[in-house]
């Protein structure tokens, strides 16, 4: 079943299913089954995503050594995806509130399945490697750049505010999972077949993915997109004007944007270095352990921190200190551990300072992440691309960056407080000015 409803821009004879109309005229929100069916199958989109986004950081040291790259060309490699990404965030967010989210994911996982499938292909053909992998990955940082505000789009529509730290929560863990599936899989294929075999894995699951989301949750008229639906998703008319200049105003929304810039940057960060770091730090180590346990770990933590935020605000809890509480542990209690990180000499405490630093970022889906669907439902897709369009910008600088403190100082410290002094301002920022109340200025789209 498409998203729909919430006062967003419909074709004209959109299907219905189990009597849930597409025009807001009844209920908006998904049922019980469909949001669990739906819910699963997000988080597996998740998870393939992140399969596809690892790949390189997974086969950095094949990579390396097959086209003679060094650190500081591999790190070129691995912020040009942020380039890409951070393009596409505000488009794919609006689009999605005036289309629909589920069409924009399927769109782009289908395009960055196809090109995760063709990279080693192509290497063939070209002697140029690293711009063409410079290239290949801005390609894929614009496909993937969609998804997070499609997303956030779609859930703010079709899913309950008192359900939604939850929902959003378990669909996150997608992102543990594709990392832990990736880093799994990703690393017995590397070693038994090359790092081709990873690409294809990844590129192969993606599309089938997408062939059983159409197939099995979208009926044929759903999965038709107008032009001129298209077309008025990539114009903003006048009479349904989000009021820009009165929302940026808003302090709640600067401190969710730069809270948001700052743990999605230091997010991307760790999961580009934290494989070169381990197999740097610790040569004897086996790439399943250091690949897999920080991410599984993340997964029942990222779980707990939505089932935690939702039951405190049943119980009464103002929902701003909830989110605040939340992002305390995502931001900072990681923080804490990610520096610790970079002190140790023992692989075993090195696992255990990973797993937390990784396990407790998870806390930002109940904190942050939901925060912009607390300001500003009907126009959530278009925010949170605007904060994740920062954060994609600030990760380029700083994953570029570590790969240049690693290169010219040889010490990994340097890496890791990087990651807590860009943490700590975005936590003091969303503590001193966040709220959760919707602003007076939030508008609906309204039909032409």
Not at 154 to 161: D, N, T
């Amino acid at each position: 079943m498409a998203a729909g409803g919430g006062g967003r821009n419909v074709p004209p004879g959109s299907g219905t299913r189990d009597g849930m109309r597409r025009d807001g005229g009844t209920e908006p929100y998904w049922s019980r089954p469909e949001s669990r069916v739906w819910t699963a199958m997000l988080l597996l989109g998740t998870c393939l995503l992140y399969c596809a986004r690892v790949t390189v950081p997974i086969c950095a040291l094949a990579l390396s050594s097959h086209f003679h790259w060094d650190k500081k060309q591999f790190g070129v490699v691995l912020s040009s995806f942020f380039w890409g990404y951070c393009l596409t965030q505000i488009l794919g967010g609006h689009i999605s509130d005036q289309i629909g989210g589920e069409k924009v994911l399927l769109l782009s996982a289908s395009a960055w399945g196809f090109l995760t499938v063709l990279t080693p292909l192509l290497t063939h053909i070209t002697s140029a490697h690293l711009v063409f992998m410079t290239s290949s990955r801005f390609l894929m940082g614009l496909l993937q750049g969609v998804y997070f505000p499609s997303l956030a789009s779609l859930l703010s529509q079709r899913v309950r505010e008192s359900e939604r730290a939850f929902t959003y929560s378990t669909v996150g863990t997608g992102s543990q999972f594709g990392t832990l599936l990736i880093g799994g899989a990703g690393s017995l294929l590397l070693d038994w077949y090359g790092w081709e075999s990873v690409f294809y894995f990844s590129g192969l699951l993606t599309l089938l993915w997408v062939y059983c989301t159409c197939k099995y949750l979208l009926s044929e008229k759903e999965l038709t997109i107008p032009m001129n639906y298209l077309t008025r998703g990539l114009l903003v008319p006048k009479q349904s004007k989000v009021p820009w200049k009165q929302l940026f105003r808003k302090a709640p929304i600067w401190a969710v944007i730069i809270a948001q810039l700052s743990t999605a940057s230091t997010f991307f960060t760790l999961l580009s270095w934290l494989p070169t770091f381990f197999k740097e730090t610790f040569p004897e180590s086996k790439g399943w352990v250091f690949n897999v346990v920080p991410w599984l770990v993340a997964i029942p933590t990222s779980l707990f921190s939505g089932f935690l935020s939702d039951h405190l605000i049943s119980q009464g809890y103002r929902t701003i200190t909830i989110r605040k509480f939340m992002q305390v542990i995502g931001s900072g209690v990681s923080s804490i551990f990610a520096l610790c990180l970079g002190q140790t000499s023992s692989f075993c405490k090195a696992i255990v300072f990973a797993s937390a630093s990784v396990g407790l970022q998870t806390f930002n889906h109940s904190g942050i992440s939901v925060n912009v669907q607390d300001l500003a439902p009907s126009c959530a897709g278009l925010l949170f691309g605007v904060a994740n369009t920062g954060g994609a910008l600030l990760g380029v600088i700083c994953v570029y960056l570590a790969g240049h403190l690693i290169e010219t100082t040889g010490s990994w410290i340097s890496v890791f407080n990087l990651v807590a002094a860009v943490n700590s301002i975005g936590l003091c920022t969303f503590l001193l000015f966040g709220e959760a109340q919707r602003l007076d200025t939030d508008s609906v789209y309204v039909d032409l």
